[in-house]
């Protein structure tokens, strides 16, 4: 079966630290999105990708950065991780934009301490 | 401003009691889509339902059902007969074609159902 997947699951890290978070689906969808979860926010979009080789920016993406080589992954970087970065992770995948949703993987909770 | 508000933070019923969750949303596209997601405890998300701008009947699938209200911006979400296995955190969701069709949630409503 087809399906989304994050590693790893738990992560505990040191301030300033690079982080890398994997994220891997076997839909072959084009669109692919970072979020993170906190208390009171809700989900928010980090950066997202509409296929290979492109990236872009969401609304909280100071911080981190992705990159897109396949279409099957979408690795989300911290590059020096801050106590800010605490927070759980959710990647998600859709087939195309706007009326599709969005399929999300299991989700990293993230400490940084 | 947010541009998906749900009011409620947090409800608790007794099971069996039906019980709606608002979503109010802000938008100035015309042709615009409405999620609601479930996350359980064990924390993943599951879509439930997706509507679009230019549909406003109401959907029923078993105990769950939609309305969906563009004259007050609104897309509830009522479980009729609630279990505990509707515990759960619900979002509401927003995509716009203006804005790239992201997904734009609202902060959550906990649902608690107690035996």
């Known amino acids: 079966d087809a399906e989304i997947t994050q590693s790893p699951r738990h992560k505990i890290t040191e301030t300033g630290r690079q982080v890398t978070l994997a994220c891997h689906q076997t839909?072959?969808?084009?669109?692919m999105f970072w979020y993170r979860q906190d208390l009171g926010h809700g989900l928010r979009l980090i950066h997202y990708?509409?296929?290979?080789?492109?990236?872009n920016k969401g609304e909280v993406s100071d911080g981190y950065s992705v990159s897109r080589s396949n279409t099957e992954d979408l690795p989300l970087t911290l590059e020096s991780a801050a106590s800010s970065q605490t927070s759980v992770y959710f990647c998600?995948?859709?087939?195309?934009?706007?009326?599709?949703?969005?399929?999300f993987g299991p989700g990293t909770r993230l400490t940084v301490t | 401003a947010q541009k998906v508000t749900q009011a409620q933070t947090e409800i608790s019923v007794v099971e069996k009691e039906d019980v709606t969750l608002d979503c109010v949303y802000e938008?100035?596209?015309?042709?615009?889509?409405l999620f609601w997601y479930k996350q359980p405890p064990s924390g993943e998300l599951v879509f439930l339902i997706r509507?679009?701008?230019?549909?406003?009947q109401n959907e029923i699938s078993g105990r769950y059902s939609w309305n969906f209200q563009k004259s007050t911006s609104s897309f509830n979400f009522t479980i009729t007969a609630s279990q505990v296995v509707d515990s759960a955190v619900y979002f509401c969701?927003?995509?716009?074609?203006?804005?790239?069709?992201?997904?734009?949630f609202g902060g959550g409503t906990r649902l608690m159902v107690k035996p």
């Open positions: 969701a927003l995509s716009e074609v203006v804005a790239g069709n992201m997904l734009t």
């Open positions: 990708s509409y296929g290979v080789q492109d990236t």
């Open positions: 998600a995948s859709a087939p195309g934009q706007g009326q599709y949703e969005q399929y």
């Open positions: 938008t100035r596209d015309t042709t615009y889509y």
């Open positions: 509507r679009n701008s230019f549909d406003e």
């Open positions: 839909w072959n969808h084009n669109n």
